[in-house]
Nanobody, 124 residues
Framework: QVQLVQSGGGSVQSGGSLRLSCAAS????????MGWFRQAPGNEREGVAT???????TYADSVKGRFTISQDNAKNTLYLQMNSLKPEDTAMYYC??????????????????WGRGTQVTVSS
């Protein structure tokens, strides 16, 4: 059973930075992909960034150049570095795990496991 434990997040002013972490355990698959999603009140959950076992990354157009997804394989931890934050980035952020390939176009329902979410609030 894969478990994803999230940390980080919080409140920041526009233009600020935050880093999210997602500690994973219970991997039993030889291939995987992990992603960050976000959901604002009244909106659907949307993909933010993904990274696969080879380190290949994909990003939503809205965060390209501002957000960076990375992973520390030794620590089994996924990160999302968020810079130049904007009020429209305000949302609950979730990490997710899929036991095969993925990209930014992979639907949320195709992921196998989810973290509990962490709130990011950006004030203007």
């Amino acid at each position: 059973q894969v478990q994803l434990v999230q940390s980080g997040g919080g409140s920041v002013q526009s233009g600020g930075s935050l880093r999210l972490s997602c500690a994973a355990s219970g991997f039993t698959y030889s291939s995987y992909c992990m992603g960050w999603f976000r959901q604002a009140p009244g909106n659907e959950r949307e993909g933010v960034a993904t990274i696969d076992i080879f380190g290949t990354t994909t990003y939503a157009d809205s965060v390209k150049g501002r957000f960076t997804i990375s992973q520390d394989n030794a620590k089994n931890t996924l990160y999302l570095q968020m810079n130049s934050l904007k009020p429209e980035d305000t949302a609950m952020y979730y990490c997710a795990y899929r036991s095969t390939w993925c990209s930014i176009s992979t639907a949320s329902h195709d992921y196998n496991y989810w973290g509990r979410g962490t709130q990011v609030t950006v004030s203007s």
